[in-house]
Nanobody
Framework: QVQLVESGGGLVQPGGSLRLSCVASRNIFTMGWYRQIPGKQRELVAGFTSGGSTMYADSVKGRFTISRDNAKNTVFLQMNSLKPEGTAVYYC????????WGQGTQVTVSS
């Protein structure tokens, strides 16, 4: 079992930045972020693959950066140049034999 706790969401103006954090209750390698807009399917934003590389949705490439601190079992999502369409609940995920989800953190991009 893995517990995931996200933080860092909030309200930001278009063009602004936010940094999300996700702390896992134990070390787990494959982690990343999805987001969900009400009424739409959850979509992958960024993640670490089992091979150690990173992957990004086309819509966030060049603006978002995923990173990690293995000593703290923490994954970060640095979001720059945020757009209103980035408004969503952002969920941290982790995967070994099972898929785990955090509770989600709201990100609102609005002036």
């Amino acid at each position: 079992q893995v517990q995931l706790v996200e933080s860092g969401g909030g309200l930001v103006q278009p063009g602004g930045s936010l940094r999300l954090s996700c702390v896992a209750s134990r070390n787990i390698f494959t982690m990343g972020w999805y987001r969900q807009i009400p009424g739409k399917q959850r979509e992958l934003v960024a993640g670490f693959t089992s091979g150690g590389s990173t992957m990004y949705a086309d819509s966030v490439k060049g603006r978002f950066t995923i990173s990690r601190d293995n000593a703290k079992n923490t994954v970060f999502l640095q979001m720059n140049s945020l757009k209103p369409e980035g408004t969503a609940v952002y969920y941290c995920y982790a995967f070994d034999r099972f898929l785990y989800w955090g509770q989600g953190t709201q990100v609102t991009v609005s002036s």
